[in-house]
């Protein structure tokens, strides 16, 4: 998948969950990853944000050290 759908498709997600309590918000991003992308999505999620997560929300920051 390219880096930009990526970072929309996650950011699509953390905006749906921006309006919850925080930690229910990054908890549902978390398992919202977990449960619908498959393993090479994570895969690539994970390296982006290794070289510094351009573009992507705070939520997905926060929701992929949960899944780490």
Same mark, same amino acid.
């Given at each position: +998948?390219?880096a !930009?759908? +990526?970072?929309? *498709?996650? *950011?699509?997600?953390?905006?749906?969950?921006? #309006?919850?309590? %925080?930690?229910?918000?990054?908890?549902?991003?978390?398992? /919202?990853?977990?449960?619908f992308? !498959?393993?090479?999505m994570r895969?690539?999620? /994970? !390296?982006?944000l290794?070289q510094?997560? #351009?573009?992507? %929300? !705070?939520l997905?920051?926060?929701?992929?050290?949960?899944? %780490?």
């Amino acid at each position: +998948m390219k880096a !930009e759908l +990526m970072v929309h *498709n996650a *950011n699509q997600i953390a905006k749906y969950f921006a #309006s919850f309590p %925080h930690e229910e918000a990054v908890a549902g991003v978390a398992d /919202h990853i977990q449960k619908f992308w !498959e393993p090479r999505m994570r895969k690539q999620l /994970h !390296e982006y944000l290794g070289q510094g997560g #351009s573009g992507l %929300h !705070e939520l997905v920051f926060e929701a992929a050290k949960a899944l %780490h």
